[in-house]
């Protein structure tokens, strides 16, 4: 069933609008027709099953005929620092890493940052370009939530931002023992909120590394293979998703 973000509805509300861009997909990507059933998600953690009653060239006149908490979303505020990637990496970055579960994704200037955004607006469309993605890919894997990409920090920045959550992690090609990466993941499903930091192209340096674990976040290893920036945060997020979501079921 097709699935779209809409603003919040009221309790006593029996109506909802789609508009913006969802109105062309739906007109005329879809082309869906009235008396057909889509999900409405209002962003917070609310789902409801609708049926189209009109459709116009600026809206989506949705009748109501049930509503329920999401249960897509992982209980578990997970917040990726990402080293910022060359070209278009981030955007299957974003993509995926919405996929997984995660909550919030930061964009992260680290030393072996290649990336110069010197420009206000380049960034900002980059910025609204991600944001659209996380949107997209929300819809198609069932979010109740759109993750927000924030815009680029430091990574002093990202340090104490990750160390201030319940617990943090960095992936770092030079630590041993994949237990590393199963504890952290079990303690991270007992938390509240968790950070995972991401190098960019190249790494880490160790200098970076040290900084980190001497904040309090844990190093940790993804396995015997040194992995693309794209891929070392899907890996590890799927590992955590796996074990916030064992923990789920047994709680």
Known sequence: MNRFFVEPIGEKEITARIVGEDVNHIRNVLRMRIGEEVMLCDGAG??????????????VCVAIRSRERTRSELPVKLVLFQGLPKKDKMDLIVQKAVEL?????????????????????????????????????????????????????SYKEAVKEAAALDYAMIPYEKAR???????AACEIAKASSA????????????????????AGIRPVSLGS??????????????????EIEVTREEG
């Open 225 to 242: 293979r040194i992995l693309r920036t794209e891929t070392a945060g899907l890996a590890a997020l799927s590992v955590v998703g796996y």
């Open 46 to 59: 609310m789902e409801y099953l609708g049926v189209i009653e009109e459709i116009s060239s600026s809206e």
């Open 101 to 153: 579960g995660v909550s919030e994704i930061v964009p992260v200037m680290t030393k072996r940052v290649i990336v110069k955004l010197e420009d206000p607006k380049k960034e900002a469309k980059k910025l609204e370009r991600w944001n659209a993605i996380a949107k997209s890919a929300a819809e198609q894997s069932g979010r109740g939530v759109v993750p927000v990409v924030r815009g680029v920090i």
């Open 177 to 183: 023992g994949m237990r590393s990466l199963k504890e």
């Open 195 to 214: 950070g995972i930091l991401i190098g960019p192209e190249g790494g880490f340096e160790e200098s970076e590394v040290l900084e980190a674990s001497g």
